[in-house]
């Protein structure tokens, strides 16, 4: 146990989401719990994570969340380890649910994503088909987000979309998709940004001036593909070709990534199999396995087109996940160390009252808003 690296999660605390200031103190080692010297409140080390109040050994539920994440069977896994299928679901709900939280804590923050690729995968559902839209950071692999929905509309895509804006800073930036033009309105719509004119009444939205959009229509006959249509909607050929040429993207206009990060899925995610049995019962089930599969994929995969020359006369390759390539981390995380990681709460902010502010919240704000932001 170490307090420096730990933070109270109570949300009442000015202190949360703190690492080092000096208020975490351990309060039983034999129950592995800290207390916060700023609210009195103990809390155990697992809080935040998905081996808080679990009912057994953390390698089991660390073994169960790998071979789901590998593409085994739940049915498998109560067989061999002895569980109820409603066990294996919680646990791959709350892996998911985790997951989820460390992208959106770690993936969803501005850089500059060069060419992204945007694809949907049809899955079928017990009694329905639903649809999995996803994007992919061609430069270094990165599986930015995904969406799951009901309908292949605009709400489906324009949430995949929000996501992928959440990643990305104001740059040149290229979306390769496939035929559906359903993608170049909602792209352009949500990659705006307010102008101020210093006037009355709702700013207006400016589209990005490097804003690139690139389709690839693929024509079938007999389930065969006989024909490929390659259309810029957005931007000139120069500089797509200049943003594919920075982000290593040889050859023609492709989705080429995207596709092979959908057979990843398809093969990692055991409801997204053709013609399987083990079929999902509700869309929140491949939510949560989408986000599993896909931070797994960025934290704990080792990409073979990554890899570099290693300097070491004794390794011949550096090998990398997509976070290493992306700077986000410096090492392959095990899953165990996907599953232990804490995501900090938001900052605390005064509650805003009426009337003079207390000598005490005044040492408060001071010490917790004013010097640490």
């Known amino acids: 146990m170490n307090p420096q690296t730990a933070f109270c999660p109570n949300a009442e605390c000015p202190a949360r989401g703190q ?3 000096g208020n975490i103190r351990i309060h039983s080692h034999a129950e592995q719990r800290y207390r916060c010297h700023e609210c009195g409140q103990t809390f ?11 009912q057994h050994a953390p390698e089991l539920l660390t073994q169960v969340v790998t071979l789901l994440a590998w593409g085994c069977p739940p049915q498998a896994i109560v067989a061999a380890f002895g569980l109820d299928e409603r066990t294996v679901a919680a646990w791959q709900a709350r892996a998911g649910q985790h997951c989820q939280a460390v992208h959106e804590q770690l993936i969803e923050q501005p850089r500059s994503l060069g ?6 995968l049809r899955v079928k559902r017990q009694g329905a088909i639903v649809w999995m839209a996803l994007a992919l950071q061609v430069t270094t692999r990165l599986w930015l987000s995904g969406e799951v929905s009901q309908h292949r509309d605009r709400h489906l895509l324009r949430r995949l979309i929000e996501r992928v804006r959440r990643c990305a800073v104001c740059e040149a930036i290229l979306f390769c998709t496939d035929g ?3 993608y170049v309105k909602v792209i352009r719509q949500v990659f705006r ?3 101020q004119s210093g006037g009355r009444g709702r700013p207006r939205l400016q589209e990005w001036r490097e804003l690139l959009i690139a389709q690839v229509v693929k024509r079938y006959a007999q389930r065969r593909v006989v024909a490929v249509e390659r259309r810029i909607k957005h931007g000139t050929a120069a500089q797509v070709e200049a943003v594919r040429h920075k982000a290593g993207d040889g050859g023609v206009i492709n989705t080429a990534y995207i596709e092979r990060l959908n057979a990843t899925f398809r093969q990692r995610l055991v409801a997204l199999v053709r013609r399987g049995r083990a079929l999902a019962r509700q869309t929140q089930t491949l939510q949560h396995g989408m986000f599993l599969i896909g931070t797994l994929y960025n934290f704990c995969t080792m990409h073979e087109s990554l890899r570099l ?19 986000i981390t410096d090492h392959c995380w095990s899953v165990k160390e996907l599953l232990a990681y804490q995501v900090p709460p938001p900052r605390w902010r005064p509650p805003k009252r009426r009337g ?3 000598q005490a919240m005044k040492l408060t704000i001071a010490r917790w808003c004013c010097d640490h932001d």
């Open 193 to 195: 940004d307010k102008l």
């Open 356 to 358: 003079r502010v207390s």
């Open 180 to 182: 559906l033009s359903t």
């Open 19 to 21: 690492v080092g200031q």
């Open 44 to 54: 155990a080390a697992t809080t935040g994570t998905p081996f808080y109040r679990l």
């Open 115 to 120: 060419e992204v690729q945007a694809d949907e």
């Open 309 to 327: 020359d290693c300097p070491v006369a004794t390794d011949k390759w550096l090998n990398r996940t997509p976070a290493m390539a992306a700077g």
